[in-house]
């Protein structure tokens, strides 16, 4: 078995950015968009994500934070996929979105935005091994790297089917 150099979870938003900056990886996204429930937390599964969900909206208090990272500020600069506009004209109103990169409409993930391999599966558990990680879903796939770029509740699927966390962890 072809063990795969690095391997992202997830289609949404940080999925995206870390594509955008890796090269020779694949993608595992969720073909079926699904709205998953816990109390007060939900999550939108299938490409986009929650992204496509709350229209790209953004805090851009806290991005100005993000943006004091030099790499994560390059990759803004250079980016030609989505740019931050102003919601109004408003002094009083920081309210900012994703738009299109030369457009004003509302950016929305799709795949054609992704540059490396999507496979169209959704990965249950992961198992650590000395040299690789597992990924397990409808076929067992190895991986040297793995970014986890899943909501919440993914996360926590995935960790408890893992056997990563039990039912009384907090």
Known sequence: MKIIYHSILGSGLSALIKDQRSFNSTIFAENEKKIKKSEKFYEITGIGGNTNV????????????????????????????????????????????????????????????????????????????????????NKEYKTKNLSLCIGNLSLLELLYNSKIIKNNDL
């Open 54 to 137: 709350w229209g790209g909206y953004i805090n851009y208090e806290r991005f100005k934070f993000f943006l004091k990272n030099k790499k994560f500020k390059k990759f803004f600069i250079k980016n030609k996929i989505f740019k931050i506009k102003k919601l109004s004209n408003m002094k009083d109103n920081p309210t900012r979105y994703l738009s299109e990169y030369n457009k004003k409409n509302i950016f929305r993930i799709r795949k054609k935005n992704f540059k490396n391999k999507i496979i169209n599966e959704k990965i249950n558990k992961i198992s650590i091994e000395k040299n690789y990680i597992k990924l397990f879903g």
